[in-house]
Every structure is written in C-alpha cells, then in structure tokens.
C-alpha cells in the first residue's frame, strides 16, 4: 500500500510539473507472476522506470514498447503477456492486437499471463504569448478555458490587467517551457514586435503566427533579415494570425486564432483515432 501511495504522489508532482510520462498498473494476472493485480510504475520518454514495479523482464519489453507509442499518439493501451501455449490456444501471434488488446509472449519459466494498462499522462499543450495587447490577454483567457497550458510574456508596464495565464513573465523571454506541443503568438501590437519577434523565434513550436498585417510582418522581416536571423524561419510566421472569419473585436481575434491552433494540434488525430476504432 505504502509503495502505491509513494507511485501516486510521484504522479501528483510530475503532471503539476508539465512532465510527459506513462503510468502503467498490472489489472489482471493467472497463475505464477512477479507483480499481482495492482501494481504500478511510472516510465518517462527515454524508458526509465523511475517509481514502482511492474515485474522482471517477462513484461518490461512489451510494456516499454507500448509506452513508447502511448507517449506518441495520447492513447493508453492494454498489453497482454501471456505463455505460447495460450496464444496459440487464442490463434493469437506475440504482436498481434485483438479488441483494443496487445498480446506478448511470456518467455519466463513461470508462465503466468499478466494484463498491464498502459496510460499516457502529457503535458498540456503550450501556448506561449508574447506581448499585453487587448487581443493577447483574450487569447490567454479563452485558451486557459480549452486546456492550454498559458505563458503570457510581456513587460510588465504594459500590462494594464492581470493576464488569466498559468505562468506572467517581466520581459519577451519566457524561459524554460515544457516539453509539450508549442504554439507561438506574438501579440505586441507595435510595443516591442521586433524584440518579440525575434524571441518566438528562438522557441521550438508547431506554429509562430503574429497579430498583424501582411505589410507590417514585410517590414519587420526586413528588420529580421538584416539583423541576421533565418529568413525561412521568419517566413513560416503566420501572417496576421488565424483564420479569416472576419474577426473584428479582441475576443473574436482571438477566437480566430484558437481555431487556427486547433487545425495545427489536431492534425491527424481524427484520422487516426477513426482507424483505432473501426
């Protein structure tokens, strides 16, 4: 009991800390096994069981593999390890899936057949804002609201409201940011763009978009180029940001922006999910 209460609060702190790792629970076993119904452990990214215990080697191969794709595609799964023999009996080949269930082969001399949930806990993804413009505080508000994770950078001076962000930093730098998804918008509206900008940048994200005109980003990537920065890069700068649904207001800005977001973040998922449940 001690050890699962010490796997849950490791779980506790690492998703208050935006850290991606799997949570896996044995739910099942039949005859001889190490671990029993309800044993836990946690694995990162790199494949480090780093609380817990799960078993010997009988089931950490195919565990550590179903983590790997858990990590990579959000959805948990359930992994079967079972004796040949009863594969066989099933008609059921180690690496097949059958019912949402992945089989392995337990090569042990115990021969016991064990069910491990498989669970994925991401970070949320980030949305990194840059700049206290009407339309930024809007987006961080309506963002927080569809789970985003929220850092709002901006001097401090021009902000005339407290931003709903999960993290306000003093300044365009934000710092260290999780290992989540990125999503990039620079919101200056002519206070500081091409510090902003040259910030969102230097950040590894999925999309940078800047609130502003086709002209004003020409002009600033005049600016950019000539300090020396990547044109390319610069180019791939979403250029005024979201989608055109003739947004007027802030909040509408801002909306636009959030649907054009979820297009990016979404990319793929329906499809795939579609395949995983047909």
């Not at 001690?2 to 076993?29: I, S």
């Amino acid at each position: 009991m001690g050890v699962h209460v010490e796997v849950m609060d490791l779980v506790a702190e690492m998703k208050a800390a935006e850290q991606a790792f799997v949570l896996a629970t044995v739910v099942r076993t039949v005859s001889v096994t190490a671990a029993k119904a309800g044993a836990k452990a946690i694995i990162r990214p790199d494949g480090t069981i780093v609380a817990g215990w799960i078993g010997g080697g009988c089931a950490r191969g195919a565990v550590l593999k179903a983590a790997r794709e858990a990590l990579s595609d959000g959805e948990p799964r359930m992994v079967s390890v079972q004796p040949e023999n009863l594969l066989a009996e099933l008609g059921i080949r180690p690496g097949d899936s059958r019912d949402g269930v992945r089989f392995a082969s337990n090569m042990c001399p115990s021969k016991g057949t064990m069910d491990i949930f498989v669970e994925p806990m991401l970070p949320h993804p980030s949305l990194v804002i840059l700049g206290a413009s009407p339309v930024a505080l809007s987006l961080a508000a309506q963002a927080r609201q569809l789970g985003y994770h929220v850092t709002l950078a901006a001097p401090a001076s021009d902000l005339v409201a407290t931003p709903d962000a999960n993290v306000v930093i003093d300044g365009f730098d934000p710092g260290r940011l999780n290992d989540s998804r990125r999503f990039v918008v620079v919101s200056t509206q002519g206070k500081g763009d091409e510090a902003a900008l040259k910030q969102a940048l230097a950040i590894n994200a999925a999309y940078h978009a800047f609130v502003g005109s086709k002209r004003k980003m020409s002009a600033l990537r005049d600016k950019l180029t000539a300090a020396g920065l990547d044109a390319a890069a610069i180019d791939r700068v979403k250029a005024p940001a979201g989608l055109d649904l003739g947004a007027i207001t802030p909040e509408e800005i801002a909306m636009s922006i959030l649907a054009e977001i979820t297009i990016e973040r979404r990319r793929g998922q329906r499809a795939a999910n579609s395949v995983a449940r047909s």
